[in-house]
């Protein structure tokens, strides 16, 4: 309207195979270059580092829009928090771990479907639901001295949530202390001794892909119970593995467990090693643990096996992961 006007300001490239990409930016193009809309729809071309610092700090709403679950981390809602912007996005990349109601808006939920226009179509109506009904009469109710309180206190709860948290700094101290350090560590210990703790752990690899073909997860299945299950209570996993020529240590046996969607696949997984187990001869062995029912509704869950060696690295190896 006249007395709450609204500019969407578009930018960014394509890639040079992304024909669809293109034809977006096509009618972007076209659609703003109609009479009533060039001073309300505007595509900024060339997009660059240079033009992305303007936009970062001199926009009200950083809108991303990614089809869930593509984004990878859209790292440029987070730049526009320290310049007092508030996001509004699909729950995927950063938003999905970050967004609250107080620091900015969601489009959809969480769900996935297997349409992508449908999709598309229910999130275009969220946005534009967003838009009329809470974003710009947020934005535009002002006080006696032109200030949106409601705006503002929107945005100082955002640098408050997220400048601590989703910053370079951070991230390079987390980085540098969870794997850079660990990994300079390691290197010196499979370096020292002319490589000896280097070949032991090539010949445990090379023992584990001989063999890996071979092992099984033959039966796994839980406690039967009369009673209702609560939250807090525990229900014993049991899963009889076959392992063939490989030691129960040289591999880690895993329930992965959780509250399931209407899909039946699990959400908020969590890892429970199966430390307890008795040797049943010939290669098999009966492991048990205990899963957690740490919230009510529908559970799941399943088995794995990963390689367990103190010089690895991380246990997630290409071809060395077997699912139950």
């Known amino acids: 309207s006249q007395d709450r006007p609204l500019q969407i300001v578009f930018a960014g490239k394509a890639h040079p195979k992304d024909e669809e990409g293109k034809r977006l930016i096509q009618k972007i193009i076209g659609f703003s270059k109609e009479a009533n809309l060039q001073f309300r729809i505007a595509f900024l071309d060339d997009y660059d580092i240079n033009i992305a ?7 009200d709403v950083w809108l991303g829009n990614p089809r869930r679950p593509l984004e990878a981390s859209s790292t440029s809602g987070m730049k526009t928090v320290l310049n007092g912007i508030l996001n509004i996005s699909t729950l995927d990349g950063w938003w999905d771990e970050a967004w609250i109601p107080e620091t900015g808006w969601a489009i959809g939920g969480r769900e996935n479907y297997g349409n992508s226009s449908y999709q598309d179509a229910l999130e275009a109506e969220n946005i534009y639901n967003l838009l009329e009904k809470e974003i710009i009469p947020l934005f535009y109710n002002r006080n006696l001295q032109g200030l949106p309180l409601g705006w503002l206190a929107k945005i100082r709860r955002s ?9 370079t700094h951070r991230m390079a101290k987390e980085y540098t202390d969870e794997f850079y350090i660990p990994a300079i560590r390691l290197f010196e210990k499979l370096s020292a001794n002319q490589q000896q ?3 032991e752990l090539a010949t445990y690899k090379k023992h584990l892909f001989d063999q890996w073909r071979r092992i099984n997860i033959e039966r796994v299945d839980t406690e039967q119970t009369e009673r209702d299950l609560l ?3 525990n229900v014993q996993i049991n899963a009889q593995i076959y392992l063939g020529q490989i030691n ?3 591999v880690t046996v895993e329930a992965y467990s959780g509250p399931v969607d209407n899909n039946g696949a699990i959400t908020l997984g969590e890892r429970i090693t ?3 187990y008795q040797e049943l001869g010939e290669g098999r062995y009966l492991y048990q643990g205990l899963i957690p029912c740490r919230q009510s509704g529908r559970y799941g869950y399943n088995v794995r096996i990963l390689p367990c060696h103190e010089d690895l690295g991380h246990p997630y190896i290409p071809q060395l992961i077997l699912w139950g």
């Open 159 to 167: 640098i408050e949530t997220y400048a601590p948290v989703f910053n």
């Open 274 to 276: 199966l430390t307890e």
């Open 231 to 233: 939250v807090g209570d």
């Open 53 to 59: 610092r303007y936009l970062v700090s001199g926009v």
């Open 248 to 250: 129960p240590q040289e």
């Open 197 to 199: 703790k280097a070949k």
